[in-house]
C-alpha cells in the first residue's frame, strides 16, 4: 500500500497518521471492489471513522489567508481516488458546485455550513434549497450521477478541518474533483 502524506510540519505523529489514513486507504480499496450501495456505506462509515483522528485536528494551523487550505493525504497510485483534507478559516467558503466523481466527506473540527441547491430546469442556474450547520464528524457521501449541487463554508470564529474522499485523481491536468455550477444572484 503506497501511503503518500503531504502534510507540512508532520514528523511525531507520522506512524500513528499513517495508521487511520492507511485504515481509510484500505477501506476505500475494498469499497471500489464491491456494488455501489455497499461501496456508500463502507466508504461513508470509514470517512466519518477517520476523521475523528487527532492529526486532522492539529492540521488548523495550516489554514491560508488567502482561499481555505487544500492538504492532499494520498494519491491513489491506480488514479481511482485522492483524500485530501481541507482547513477552512472563518469566512472561507467554497464555490457552489457539483462532483465529477462520487465524493465523501466528514467534517473534524469546527462547524462548516452546507447549501445545498437545485438546478433551475429553465436556465441551469443553482438555486439554494437550505443551508445546514454541519458538526464535528458529520459524514455524507454523493454519486456523481445524483447531481448534488452545494456549497461549504466556514462562517464560525474557530477553525475548520473536513476530510474528504473523491473518486477521482485530483490536482492534475485534465480537471479537478470539482464542477463549477453558476448560481442564481437574486432576482
Ligand atoms: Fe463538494
Do not use: K
Not at 120 to 142: K, R, S, V
Request: proline share 4%; aromatic share 8%; hydrophobic share 45%.
Amino acid at each position: 500500500m503506497n501511503i503518500s502524506l503531504a502534510l507540512p510540519g508532520r514528523s511525531g505523529a507520522a506512524t500513528r497518521q499513517a495508521a487511520w489514513l492507511g485504515r481509510l486507504v484500505g477501506a476505500v480499496e475494498e469499497g471500489l471492489e464491491r456494488g455501489r450501495a455497499a461501496r456508500r456505506a463502507l466508504i461513508a462509515e470509514a470517512v466519518a471513522e477517520a476523521s475523528r483522528a487527532p492529526e486532522l485536528r492539529d492540521l488548523r494551523r495550516f489554514g491560508s489567508q488567502r482561499c481555505y487550505a487544500r492538504h492532499l493525504l494520498h494519491a491513489d497510485p491506480l488514479e481511482r481516488f485522492s483524500i485530501l483534507a481541507l482547513v477552512w478559516r472563518r469566512g472561507q467558503f467554497s464555490p457552489v458546485h457539483g462532483h465529477h466523481a462520487w465524493c465523501a466527506f466528514a467534517l473534524s473540527c469546527g462547524r462548516l455550513l452546507e447549501t445545498r441547491y437545485a438546478i433551475c430546469e429553465a436556465d441551469g442556474l443553482a438555486i439554494p434549497q437550505d443551508t445546514l450547520p454541519l458538526a464535528p464528524f458529520f459524514a455524507d457521501f454523493t454519486e456523481a450521477a445524483d447531481g448534488h449541487v452545494h456549497r461549504l463554508g466556514n462562517a464560525a470564529r474557530q477553525v475548520a478541518v473536513s476530510l474528504h474522499v473523491y473518486g477521482r485523481v485530483w490536482g492534475t491536468a485534465g480537471g479537478g474533483v470539482n464542477r463549477p455550477v453558476v448560481a442564481r444572484t437574486g432576482d
